[in-house]
C-alpha cells in the first residue's frame, strides 16, 4: 500500500528537534580542515525545529526510491568486520555493486566512497579522525552541480558519454551492529520538498571544493524512519538524479535523537556507501 493510499498522520510517531539551515544571505560553507585565521569553521548555521517523524515501517513496501527517495530493503551481508578497509573493499564493495545493479536496473554502477560511523557522546565529527561521528543536520550529499562532476571525478574521459544517459548517485546506508536504537536515520518524502528548500552549500577541502544542499525548514515536510533497523536491512537514499521528468531528485535525511531511546541503547554504527549509477535510457 503506497502513502497515496495511506492517511499518514495515523501512523506512530515521535517528535524530535532537526537541524535545519538557519537562512543566510550568503553561500553557507564549511572547512573540512582547520579554517584560515579569523573564519569560522562553517556559516552552515543549525535552526532546530520540533517535528513528528513517523514509523515508516507499517507502510515499508510502499516507498519507492523514484517518489519519496528513498527504500528499505532486506540485503544480509557477508561482512565480519566492518572496521576492516580491506573486509569491505573485498567483500562488501562487489557485493553491494551487484545488489543496486539489479533493485534499480542499472546498465552499470561505480563504487566511489564509504564511510563508517560510531557515535561517541560528546565527540565531534572530524575528517580523518577514526570513525566519523552520525550526520545530525538535515542535508542531501550532492547538488544540481556535484552529481555531474562526481562522475567526471571518477570516470575521466569516459564522462561525457556517460552524463548522456540517466545518471544517479545512491546512497546506501545500513547499521553495523543492531537493533539500531540510537541516533536513527530520518528521511524525508521527497514529494514534500520544494526547491527553493535546498540550498547549495560549499564543502572545502584542502584540494578541492565540493558541493551539498543543505535545507531550510518547511513544514510541509513529511519526514519517516524505520525504529530498530538490523544489519540484515539497508537504505537506498537517493543523492542525486540527472531525470527531470517529475521523480524525486534529491533526498534529503539526517540523524536525530529518538527521545524514547532507551539509555542503555548501545551508540549507533553504520556504514554508507557511494555508488554512481547509471542507465543508458
Not at 517528535?15 to 584560515?36: G, H, I, Q, S
Request: net charge neutral; glycine share 6%.
Amino acid at each position: 500500500m503506497g502513502l497515496q493510499e495511506t492517511k499518514i498522520e495515523s501512523l506512530p510517531f515521535v517528535t524530535a528537534e532537526l537541524n535545519y539551515l538557519k537562512p543566510t544571505a550568503a553561500k553557507p560553507r564549511t572547512y573540512a580542515f582547520d579554517p584560515p585565521p579569523g573564519e569560522p569553521k562553517s556559516t552552515n548555521l543549525p535552526e532546530p525545529h520540533l517535528v513528528p517523524i513517523f514509523n515508516g515501517r507499517p507502510i515499508a513496501r510502499g516507498f519507492s526510491l523514484d517518489r519519496e527517495g528513498f527504500a528499505l530493503l532486506r540485503h544480509p551481508t557477508a561482512v565480519k568486520d566492518f572496521y576492516d578497509e580491506n573486509e569491505i573493499r573485498r567483500v562488501y564493495y562487489p557485493a553491494a555493486e551487484a545488489f543496486i545493479r539489479a533493485t534499480l536496473k542499472a546498465d552499470r554502477v561505480v563504487l566511489f566512497d564509504h564511510t563508517v560511523r560510531r557515535r561517541v557522546e560528546g565527540a565531534a565529527d572530524i575528517r580523518g579522525a577514526g570513525p566519523r561521528q552520525p550526520a545530525t543536520r538535515v542535508h542531501v550529499d550532492q547538488t544540481v552541480s556535484s552529481g555531474p562532476n562526481r562522475v567526471r571525478e571518477h570516470l575521466g574521459d569516459e564522462a561525457d558519454e556517460l552524463l548522456k544517459g540517466r545518471v544517479q548517485v545512491i546512497n546506501l546506508w545500513r547499521p553495523i551492529r543492531g537493533p539500531v536504537r540510537d541516533a536513527p536515520l530520518a528521511m524525508c518524502d521527497g514529494t514534500s520538498v520544494a526547491a527553493s528548500d535546498l540550498v547549495a552549500s560549499d564543502l572545502i577541502y584542502p584540494n578541492r571544493r565540493g558541493e551539498t544542499y543543505s535545507v531550510t525548514y518547511n513544514p510541509a515536510h513529511r519526514w519517516f524512519y524505520f525504529p530498530d533497523m538490523t544489519p540484515d536491512e539497508a537504505l537506498l537514499l537517493k543523492c542525486y538524479d540527472s531525470a527531470t521528468d517529475g521523480r524525486t531528485r534529491f533526498g534529503p535525511h539526517t540523524a536525530f535523537i529518538d527521545p524514547t531511546t532507551p539509555a542503555d541503547a548501545a551508540p549507533r554504527e553504520s556504514i554508507e556507501l557511494r555508488a554512481l549509477v547509471f542507465h543508458r535510457s
